[in-house]
């Protein structure tokens, strides 16, 4: 078996291990099972994952499953505890010291005062004066992407499936960024319904196979909104833009879809210090 013949292998296995990760990730995740998946040894397996990743699968399980737990702390009325149960943390105690080491508090007071407050000017009142968004003029974009279907807060997944392809083929370049693009309205679209793509930007002619495929960011007018904070917390930036800035603002929207870019790494950065671009088409 030649390099190449390799990392495909190892290439349409992690993605079956990382489908069953996502699908199984309020449960007890068992190693031997995962490297059962991989059909590798749990001592190859873990090395593979992390060379292809950048983090141990131990570390990809924490930050999935506080991700998540985060999301339904701001988008829920769920008890801390309930949350707590379903993601795998049975004693709510050490569920509060682990989200506050990583979101920098603990998570009844992250529902109260995290940074999806910032948008929400019933809290603050003063919201429409404190982001500052651009107008830029954005290039017609070659991408490479992984399609998604489902939550936009499990996109990631798509994310991990796109970097082990790129990797395994030997097409990965560290002046790619990281692109969503999001065709649904989640407010009138069922979760389970929803369409995304995690993407790359690309060159022109880049060869592509599945899971990859071909996308095109349209080039024009967009307002950008930079974005501090969880991914959890994105959805009420979107309220703002629509009810605060583009009515005040003169503009007209684009049929066009709006498109996320992401200016750091979430495996190498704490949640409250993601930095994410939205970007909405501008006519």
């Known amino acids: 078996m030649n390099g190449d013949t390799a990392w495909a292998v190892?290439?349409?296995?992690?993605?079956?291990?990382?489908?069953?990760?996502?699908?199984h990730l309020d449960e007890e995740l068992d190693m031997d099972r995962l490297a059962e998946i991989a059909c590798l040894s749990s001592y190859h397996w873990h090395r593979i994952y992390r060379a292809i990743y950048g983090e141990t699968l131990?570390?990809?399980?924490?930050?999935?499953?506080?991700?998540?737990?985060?999301?339904?702390?701001?988008?829920?009325d769920l008890s801390v505890s309930n949350i707590a149960r379903r993601f795998g943390y049975p004693n709510?105690?050490?569920?509060?010291?682990i989200f506050r080491s990583v979101y920098g508090m603990p998570p009844a007071r992250y529902r109260k005062e995290g940074s999806h407050r910032n948008f929400d000017t019933?809290?603050?009142?003063?919201?429409s004066s404190m982001f500052d968004v651009s107008i830029r003029q954005i290039p017609q974009t070659h991408l490479a992407g992984?399609?998604?279907?489902?939550?936009?807060?499990?996109?990631?997944?798509?994310?991990?499936?796109l970097f082990g392809a790129l990797y395994a083929r030997g097409l990965a370049r560290p002046d790619m960024r990281m692109i969503g693009i999001y065709l649904d309205d989640p407010d009138i679209v069922a979760a389970d319904d929803l369409r995304s793509y995690a993407c790359v930007t690309a060159k022109a002619g880049l060869p592509v196979a599945q899971p990859l495929e071909s996308r095109t960011i349209e080039g024009g007018d967009y307002a950008v909104l930079r974005h501090k904070g969880p991914y959890a917390n994105m959805h009420k930036a979107y309220e703002w833009l629509y009810a605060e800035w583009l009515p005040k603002s003169g503009r007209?929207?684009?049929d066009s879809v709006m498109f996320e870019e992401y200016l750091n790494n979430p495996r190498e950065v704490a949640p409250t210090e993601l930095l994410t671009e939205i970007h909405m088409p501008l006519a």
Do not use: C, P
């Open 122 to 127: 019933s809290y603050q009142g003063k919201a």
């Open 92 to 97: 709510v105690q050490s569920f509060n010291r």
């Open 146 to 161: 992984v399609a998604h279907s489902g939550s936009y807060m499990q996109i990631g997944k798509a994310f991990e499936q």
């Open 58 to 76: 131990a570390a990809t399980v924490k930050r999935l499953r506080l991700h998540r737990a985060a999301g339904e702390i701001v988008a829920t």
């Open 252 to 254: 007209r929207l684009r």
């Open 10 to 23: 190892y290439e349409t296995r992690l993605s079956k291990v990382l489908n069953y990760i996502h699908e």
